[in-house]
């Protein structure tokens, strides 16, 4: 028999239902007791740390108590993020915390979470004494970020590990032994199936436990396998802050919420992120200041339902203020109450510095009151660009879904957010083929994309995860029509960004540089307000901020550009002006 130690975590943990409710920490044993492969086991270099894992299974049979995690739960959290700080438990020394040089290597896939959570674990084993390195053969561990949202997203997973299955094996002798290690989504969702099914996983870490990373790899590095999948009801990650992935970009990503209550039926979000919190505002506003004194021209706020923010972090933001929904919307929960809202939040990051564009993804059509809308149409850093998903336009599918909004409600919605923002650029995510949809059902969805005419939009064949449509619903709209239907969706709405980005012909617009075209050496790229890409001739320009002075663009410039044509997803134009936000929104007109 296997050993296998599941020990009961004292974190505030969460369940939905019979997914998450086995939410547990283990460590298992390879080799000896085990039924697991050897192809975790050790190479010679590993044979001579064998008096060493005697030495951990030993420590590890005494097994750390409950007592134990009872009161690693009590330590305050910015203890926790610094590792080496931090008691070892008892059966690991200090110095097998940490990280003892070995190069890690960190493959991202899904959301922009997933990209900020991969800066997120960095920083925290960046601190733990690893070494971060970009090249796939030279990697002691490899960790993969992944996500759950359709089948093909985990299937890329799969296939991927396959690939590694290989590198592994061919792993030198005189090298330490490989690890690897999923991380994210697809660690929470499948749990113990990964280490079963693919033996050679050495770590498991859901979006809640990346703290605990250099616990677990620790425990890899003597050849067992660690998990670690607890969700959380307040872990934010709010003292970590997140290592820039590039840091020449001049843009950053800002995580202010995780999880999601909303319960959508097709969804798995709530199953693999857990429930709704959100960071203090003080620590993101403290976070914005830096990557504003860093210099960094653009921040997105991120999270899963980015406008639901609710700082009660603080008693006295908890009167019982209710909450402001979008007309004629409603909630699959109980309605909340107090708490630092979204308008609060944008008010206080958008001050920080006039020359930082604010962006926010990805909102929830629900939480939009009048001072979010008023906000964005008034300060000139908050980009006009808000992302409204749809994913249907049937109120008989959108039910099925439980949205909380019908066909009605949502283009009422539209139709006032325009009134609010003029020139606002509008995007939307859509599925194709959800149970029960018909082909009435599917033309209300193409017409819904003819009235709105999005700028941007994502478009999705639907996917069975194991969530309440997959216990309730029949996923009865065979693949081919399901494909068929996201094809004729893709044609309209590329018919219909291509008439809206066409307005954009003949205006001036700001750009915020980000570096050259990736299809021509003489062409650089940025984006504009609404988040579209502009391309243009990388030419000398006047710089109206340096006496007129001749420069050439750099990635973080404020420019302006002279819109000559447009596809349904890129602008192009020519260069006019250095600029900066301030003078740009004083001067000229950007429609
Ligand atoms: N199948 C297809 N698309 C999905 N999305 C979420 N769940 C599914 C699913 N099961 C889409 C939604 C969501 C976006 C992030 O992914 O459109 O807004
Ligand atoms: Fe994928 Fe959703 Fe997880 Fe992001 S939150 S990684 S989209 S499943």
New binding site residues.
């Given amino acids: 028999m296997h050993h296998l130690q599941c020990v009961l975590h004292a974190q505030r943990y969460l369940g939905w239902g019979p997914l998450a409710s086995v939410s547990w920490l283990l460590l298992r044993t390879c080799r000896a007791h085990s039924t697991f492969s050897t192809t975790t086991c050790p190479s010679p270099e590993g044979l001579q740390e064998d008096g060493v894992r005697k030495d951990f299974s030993s420590r590890l049979a005494t097994g750390p108590t409950f007592q134990h995690f009872l009161r690693s739960a009590s330590v305050p959290q910015e203890k926790l993020s610094s590792p080496d700080a931090v008691d070892p438990p008892p059966y690991l020394t200090v110095d097998e915390l940490l990280g003892r040089q070995r190069k890690v290597y960190l493959e991202t896939y899904g959301?922009q979470m997933n990209v900020n959570d991969t800066e997120i674990a960095w920083s925290i084993l960046q601190k733990s004494g690893y070494l971060r390195t970009r090249n796939l053969q030279e990697a002691d561990v490899i960790l993969l970020v992944t996500c759950s949202?359709?089948e093909k997203a985990e299937q890329t997973i799969w296939n991927r590990l396959h690939q590694l299955k290989a590198l592994k094996k061919k792993r030198l002798r005189s090298r330490v032994p490989l690890k690897i290690g999923i991380l994210g989504c697809m660690a929470e969702r499948l749990k113990e199936e990964i280490l079963n099914r693919e033996k050679i996983v050495d770590v498991l870490a859901g979006p809640d436990a990346y703290r605990d990373l250099p616990r677990l790899l620790a425990v890899a590095e003597s050849g067992q396998q660690a998990a670690n999948v607890l969700l959380s009801l307040d872990e934010t990650y709010a003292d970590v802050m997140p290592v820039q992935t590039s840091p020449s970009a001049p843009s950053a990503f800002v995580s202010i919420m995780r999880g999601c209550d909303n319960m959508?039926s097709?969804?798995?979000?709530p199953f693999t992120r857990g429930r709704e919190r959100s960071r203090p505002v003080a620590s993101i506003l403290e976070e914005v200041r830096k990557l504003s004194e860093q210099g960094l021209k653009e921040v997105t706020l991120l999270g899963q339902n980015v406008n639901s923010f609710r700082d009660t972090s603080e008693v006295q933001f908890n009167n019982a203020v209710s909450t402001n929904l979008s007309r004629g919307f409603s909630t699959n929960y109980k309605t909340k109450q107090g708490g630092l809202r979204f308008s609060h939040l944008l008010d206080q990051v958008s001050r920080i510095d006039p020359e930082m564009r604010i962006r926010f993804t990805?909102p929830h059509p629900k939480d939009f009151p009048d001072e979010v809308l008023q906000l964005i149409h008034e300060r000139d850093n908050i980009c006009k660009q808000i992302h409204l998903?749809a994913?249907s336009g049937s109120s008989r599918v959108l039910e099925a879904m439980r949205r909380g909004y019908s066909r009605e409600a949502y283009v009422e919605l539209i139709h006032h957010i325009r009134e609010s923002i003029p020139g606002v650029s509008l995007s939307s995510?859509?599925?194709a083929g959800f149970c029960g949809e018909t082909e009435e059902d599917h033309l209300q969805t193409v017409s819904l994309l003819r009235e709105v005419q999005y700028n941007m939009g994502?478009l999705?064949?639907?996917?069975?995860?194991q969530?309440r449509?997959y216990h309730r619903l029949k996923d009865d709209v065979p693949e081919e029509v399901k494909l068929r239907r996201l094809k004729e969706l893709i044609t309209v709405f590329r018919e219909e960004a291509t008439k809206a980005n066409n307005t954009s012909v003949g205006c001036t617009q700001l750009v915020l540089v980000e570096g050259l075209s990736k299809r021509s050496a003489t062409d650089l790229y940025g984006r504009n307000d609404g988040n579209l890409k502009v391309i243009f001739p990388d030419v000398e320009m006047e710089d109206v901020t340096n006496s007129g002075l001749r420069v050439r663009a750099q990635p973080g410039d404020y420019v302006l550009v002279k819109i000559t044509s447009a596809s349904s997803q890129t602008l192009r134009g020519h260069l006019l002006c250095r600029t900066t936000l301030k003078d740009s929104s004083a001067h000229c007109s950007v429609e």
């Fill in positions: 959301c949202i359709r959508c097709y969804c798995i979000v990805s998903p994913q995510d859509f599925i994502f999705f064949a639907y996917s069975m995860r969530t449509a």
